[in-house]
């Protein structure tokens, strides 16, 4: 009985320890969070007056540009060649051409076109490498490749690394 008595008290002594361990953690961990909370609303501050220039530049971009009064005649034609050659300088800044996308030539063929040419060649289905060697093209190019005619149905995937003519 006093064994027992005294395995209780021991028993009671550790859990006690246990819960003062997890009161520290939980303290520990509030102060943590709060100040992640200062961290990030300082971060939403410092965002935000971004945020706010980027909507004035987009309304600004969509409202038509104010009209200026029209200037005399003698000064008109001196400041003609100086205005236009300037809206080229500013046209040229705020619009930068997207390049156009390249399409194949009439004679040429496309990647795609390669990989299923070679698929569509082969009896019983092109491995990988054999795609390789036979188009030339690298790891990430062929994937893509399989990966864009698989999408579009023109190719299957018959097994790991083997693909049909669909």
Same mark, same amino acid.
């Given at each position: 009985?006093?064994?027992l008595k005294?395995?209780?008290?021991a ?7 246990l ?11 509030t102060k943590l969070?709060?100040?992640? =909370?200062k961290?990030? /609303?300082? @971060? &939403?501050?410092k965002? %935000? $007056?971004? +945020? *706010? #220039?980027? !909507?004035?530049?987009k ?9 200026? =009064?029209?200037?005399? /005649?003698a @000064? &008109?034609?001196?400041? %003609? $060649?100086? +205005? *236009? #050659?300037? !809206? ?7 619009a930068?051409r ?9 004679? &040429? ?18 491995t ?10 690298e790891?990430?190019?062929?994937s893509?490749?399989l990966y ?5 149905g023109?190719?299957k ?7 049909i003519?669909a």
């Amino acid at each position: 009985m006093k064994t027992l008595k005294l395995l209780l008290k021991a028993i009671a002594k550790s859990l006690n320890g246990l819960a003062k361990q997890v009161d520290r953690a939980t303290k520990e961990i509030t102060k943590l969070e709060a100040a992640q =909370a200062k961290k990030t /609303k300082a @971060a &939403a501050k410092k965002k %935000a $007056p971004r +945020k *706010a #220039a980027k !909507k004035v530049a987009k309304k600004a971009a969509k409202r038509p540009a104010a009209r200026k =009064a029209a200037p005399k /005649k003698a @000064a &008109a034609k001196k400041a %003609a $060649p100086k +205005k *236009a #050659a300037a !809206k080229r300088k500013a046209a040229k800044k705020a619009a930068p051409r997207k390049a156009a996308p390249k399409k194949a030539a009439a004679g &040429a063929s496309t990647v795609l076109d390669a990989v299923l040419k070679v698929v569509a060649g082969s009896k019983d289905g092109a491995t990988i490498a054999e795609l390789k060697s036979k188009t030339g093209l690298e790891s990430r190019q062929l994937s893509n490749a399989l990966y864009k005619l698989t999408k579009r149905g023109k190719i299957k995937a018959k097994s790991r690394g083997l693909y049909i003519s669909a």
